[in-house]
C-alpha cells in the first residue's frame, strides 16, 4: 500500500486572489504549495489592461514572494483592444485572457454580451497562440442553472470554436458530463480544468438537510451522475483534463447572508483531498498528471523541477476551520469526510 507520493510541484490552473487585505490573507494559502496559477482577472474594477495586469501581479508578488508564480489573464470586454493583448503576451505580462458572459458569475457584468463584437480579439489570440479561459454558461434567464454549461457549450464555445480556427481553449470549472464529452471528442486545442470541490460535492450537498452556503459556487454543483463523470476524467490519465481549483475566498458575512456570493475557498487542502480521492479511485498513479503534467502541457510551460511529497498518515489530518484577513474570516472547505493525506515535504529544487 502507497504511503508516500512524491510529484512536481503542483499548478493551479483557475484561482482567485482577490486584492488589498483579502490577496494578503490568502495568497500565502496557495503559494505554499502551488508553484504557479492562472489568476482570474475579475476584480473591481476587472483587470483589462496589460499595465493593470503587470500592477496586480506585482501586488500578489509583493505577498507572496518569488517562490510563486502568478500568471496573469486579462478580462475580455467588448472594448478589448486586440493589440493591447497581443503586446502583453509578447512581454509575457500576461498568459491568457478570460471569457465572462456578462452576468455570469462574480463581478462578470463587464463581460461579453455580444461575442460578434470580440471576433477580432479572437482572432488576434489564435494567430498570436494566446489561449482563451472561459466561464462556460449563458446568463439567459429562460435557460434553467442547471443547464446552462450544456446551452453554453451549443450555443456559444462550439460556434466560437468553428469560427475561430486555432484558437486554443481552457472550458474552466466543468461541471458535467456533456462538457466531460465534448472535451474528449475534440483535438488537443481544447482542455479543461476541473475543481476539486466539484470531485466532492453534488447539489445534494448544498440543499439537503438545509442550505450550505460554503458550497454554493457558480457553476453550481450538479447531479451525483455528473460528479462521478469528473472524477473519471479527472482520474483517467487524460491530458485535457487538469486541476483548476477555482479556489475563490468570500468573508463568512459575505457568504451567510440573504443573497450570499459564489465560490468555495479551497487553496488550504487541496493537495489532501485530491490525494483522497484519487486512492479511492484506485488513481493515484494518475495525480501527478493531473496536478503537476497535463496543465504545464496545455500551456507549453516546462514542468516544475521542485518537488512535493504527499504521505499517508494514521489519523486525520487537520485543518484550519477558517483563515483570518484583514478582510474578515474566510472558511476553509471541508469536504465531509476525514483525509489521511498531508503535504510533509515542502517545495524542493
Not at 120 to 135: D, F, K, N, Q, S
Not at 215 to 244: I, N
Request: aromatic residues 6%.
Amino acid at each position: 500500500m502507497t504511503q508516500s507520493l512524491t510529484l512536481p510541484r503542483p499548478d493551479d490552473w483557475h484561482l482567485h486572489l482577490r486584492d488589498g487585505a483579502m490577496l494578503a490573507g490568502i495568497a500565502p494559502e496557495s503559494a505554499r504549495h502551488f508553484a504557479r496559477a492562472i489568476i482570474m482577472p475579475n476584480l473591481v474594477p476587472p483587470v483589462v489592461t496589460g499595465a493593470q495586469a503587470a500592477a496586480y501581479r506585482d501586488r500578489i508578488l509583493a505577498v507572496t514572494g518569488t517562490g510563486f508564480t502568478p500568471l496573469m489573464t486579462l478580462y475580455l470586454t467588448e472594448a478589448t483592444d486586440p493589440a493591447d493583448v497581443v503586446a502583453a503576451h509578447k512581454a509575457g505580462i500576461i498568459t491568457a485572457v478570460k471569457l465572462y458572459p456578462a452576468g455570469a458569475t462574480t463581478n462578470s457584468a463587464s463581460g461579453v454580451r455580444d461575442f460578434d463584437r470580440v471576433r477580432a480579439v479572437l482572432e488576434a489570440m489564435a494567430e498570436a497562440g494566446i489561449p482563451l479561459c472561459t466561464h462556460g454558461e449563458v446568463t439567459d434567464h429562460a435557460v434553467d442553472i442547471f443547464d446552462r454549461e450544456a446551452v453554453f457549450i451549443d450555443r456559444v464555445l462550439d460556434p466560437i470554436r468553428r469560427k475561430t480556427p486555432g484558437l486554443r481553449v481552457v472550458m474552466e470549472h466543468i461541471t458535467t458530463s456533456e462538457a466531460v464529452a465534448y472535451v474528449q471528442s475534440q483535438p488537443a486545442d481544447l482542455g479543461a480544468t476541473i475543481t476539486t470541490h466539484h470531485l466532492v460535492i453534488n447539489r445534494n450537498h448544498i440543499l439537503v438537510g438545509g442550505i450550505k452556503p460554503h458550497y454554493y459556487c457558480l457553476p453550481v454543483a450538479k447531479r451525483e451522475a455528473h460528479r462521478l463523470a469528473l472524477v473519471q476524467a479527472a482520474t483517467s490519465g487524460d491530458a485535457r483534463f487538469f486541476l483548476g481549483t477555482d479556489s475563490a475566498p468570500h468573508a463568512d458575512d459575505a457568504k451567510e447572508s440573504a443573497c450570499g456570493c459564489a465560490g468555495c475557498f479551497t487553496a488550504t487542502n487541496t493537495m489532501s483531498i485530491l490525494a483522497q480521492i484519487f486512492e479511492e479511485a484506485g488513481a493515484l498513479d494518475k495525480l501527478e498528471g493531473f496536478a503537476s503534467r497535463n496543465g504545464p502541457g496545455f500551456y507549453r510551460l516546462p514542468v516544475n523541477s521542485a518537488t512535493i511529497t504527499l504521505e499517508k498518515t494514521p489519523e486525520p489530518v487537520t485543518y484550519p476551520a477558517k483563515i483570518e484577513t484583514g478582510a474578515g474570516q474566510v472558511t476553509v472547505f471541508d469536504p465531509g469526510f476525514p483525509l489521511y493525506w498531508q503535504v510533509r515535504q515542502e517545495a524542493t529544487s
